[in-house]
């Protein structure tokens, strides 16, 4: 294969990996997208590993095929490197003053990201990736998300409650307890990982 293919589908791997966070939320791309990316890692990897074995049997006397592989090889190191969906562009939307995450089955992964402004994102990572957004209020430990555009009316608007540890110095919250309608009424516990909330 023509080495310079080679070249651009890495460029093509580590680029669409770090920007994940936009098309992942196309149902059917993003369904499709992450085991053909992974697929074409490991053929690189696969091509990398022949063209290193030629090179050693040619004594290393091609720099320019030396040249190639070497960028090839830095490419692949990159993107096994670099953590998937890298660049969060949900940031331009606004500072994330509080984080909370939860994972559940299947490693099917909940983010609610409650930004400068009283606006809110849920990004749900499974199979693909699923953004609602809205407004929230935060009234003591309590928060009320209203969703700009809900599913059902069950979703019209939904609560969580912080809860504190009680006998640790820093009172800042630990836990989420979210009451989402998709949990038949019981509570969703998401774990803080960010609260700048004064």
Not at 72 to 100: C, M, N, Q, W
Not at 160 to 189: C, M, W
Request: hydrophobic letters at 45%.
């Amino acid at each position: 294969m023509n080495n310079n293919i080679l070249l651009w589908t890495a460029l093509f791997v580590i680029i669409a990996g770090c920007t994940s966070w936009f098309w992942l939320q196309i149902p059917i791309l993003g369904f499709l997208m992450k085991p053909a990316l992974f697929f074409l890692f490991a053929f690189l990897v696969v091509a990398d590993g022949y063209y290193l074995l030629k090179l050693f049997i040619q004594k290393f006397k091609d720099q320019a095929h030396i040249n190639r592989v070497f960028i090839l090889s830095a490419l692949l190191v990159l993107t096994f490197f670099i953590p998937y969906h890298k660049i969060d562009f949900s940031r331009l939307e606004g500072k994330d003053l509080i984080v909370v995450t939860r994972t559940g089955t299947v490693n099917c992964i909940t983010n609610l990201k409650l930004k400068e402004g009283q606006r809110f994102l849920e990004e749900s990572w499974c199979f693909g990736l699923t953004i609602k957004r809205g407004e929230y209020q935060i009234s003591s430990d309590t928060v009320r998300f209203i969703y700009d555009n809900p599913e059902n009316e069950n979703e019209r608007l939904v609560t969580g409650v912080f809860t504190r540890p009680k006998s640790a110095i820093d009172k800042t919250p630990t836990q989420l307890e979210f009451y989402h309608p998709g949990a038949n009424g019981r509570a969703i516990t998401m774990f803080v990982k960010q609260y700048e909330v004064k």
